[in-house]
């Protein structure tokens, strides 16, 4: 399975990185639709389209705006974005304002069931986050293989999502601060590196990538992997574009 990262950043863009958008291409599937989402274009092979959000914040929606033109010339049998229903009623009352966007958009939305079989057979669950105005995070099981996405939270070593996110093969989890920022962390409702590297270990992941990258770390410095190698080894820092085979 591959899973393409194709916008790493939090809160806004940079010259290196878009705001939140990952893409399992060969399932139709995306989670949350940042700026990146006019990517999903050029790795759309399915007539069947997908988005998944965590949340209503605008760096994880503002890309819905974008839809006419990724869908432009397709002919899809169904596009939907699945969300929390309060949250999925305010993308429509305010992205969508008459004022704001003049044009209905071109997708159906749906509140989210409890679990979601997706065209392959793998089940979709999510979980609830610690954020302001409240998050999701995901978990997608095959019957050889499991992932997870767990965005915009403040994270902790007794975080009441591991055991959701347990045993997964890929892990990708935002970490928008460096340690140094734990106090900024907590107000703006992210997380710092060594938490993230802890609840990777305490649930005993194969495999972690981290996204929701501060937009002011040009160069990810902030970032010092090789202090959290010890608690967790096999992290890495997710760029845009990057493919993962998993």
């Known amino acids: 399975m591959k899973l393409l990262l ?53 760096d994880h929606v503002v890309g819905l705006t974008f839809m006419f033109d990724v869908l432009h010339q397709r002919e899809m049998k169904h596009v939907c974005v699945h969300g929390e229903q309060a949250k999925l009623d305010a993308i429509r009352t305010h992205l969508f304002s008459a004022l704001i966007f003049p044009v209905e958009p ?16 793998a089940v979709l669950t999510y979980f609830p986050l610690q954020h302001p105005g409240g998050s999701l995070g995901f978990r997608i099981d ?16 007794d975080a ?9 093969d890929l892990l990708i989890h935002e970490c928008h601060f460096g340690d140094d920022m734990s106090q900024q962390a907590e107000l703006t409702g992210h997380s710092c590196l060594t938490p993230v590297a802890r609840v990777a270990a305490q649930a005993e992941v194969g495999r972690l990538v981290l996204v929701h990258i501060n937009p002011l770390n040009s160069d990810d410095g902030e970032l010092d992997l090789d202090s959290v190698r010890s608690v967790f080894p096999r992290i890495e820092i997710g760029t845009d574009n990057l493919e993962l085979d998993f």
């Open 106 to 121: 071109p997708f159906e939305m749906h509140s989210l069931d409890a679990q979601v079989t997706l065209r392959d057979g």
């Open 160 to 168: 009441d999502y591991i055991e959701k996110i347990r045993g997964v």
């Open 142 to 157: 095959w019957d050889d293989r499991s992932m997870a996405y767990v965005t915009d939270t403040t994270t902790s070593r």
């Open 6 to 58: 194709l916008g790493t950043s939090g809160y806004h863009p940079n010259d290196r990185r878009h705001t939140a958008c990952l893409m399992l291409p060969e399932l139709g599937v995306v989670f949350d639709a940042g700026t990146a989402l006019y990517r999903v274009r050029e790795h759309l092979t399915t007539d069947t389209l997908d988005i998944f959000l965590s949340h209503a914040h605008l």
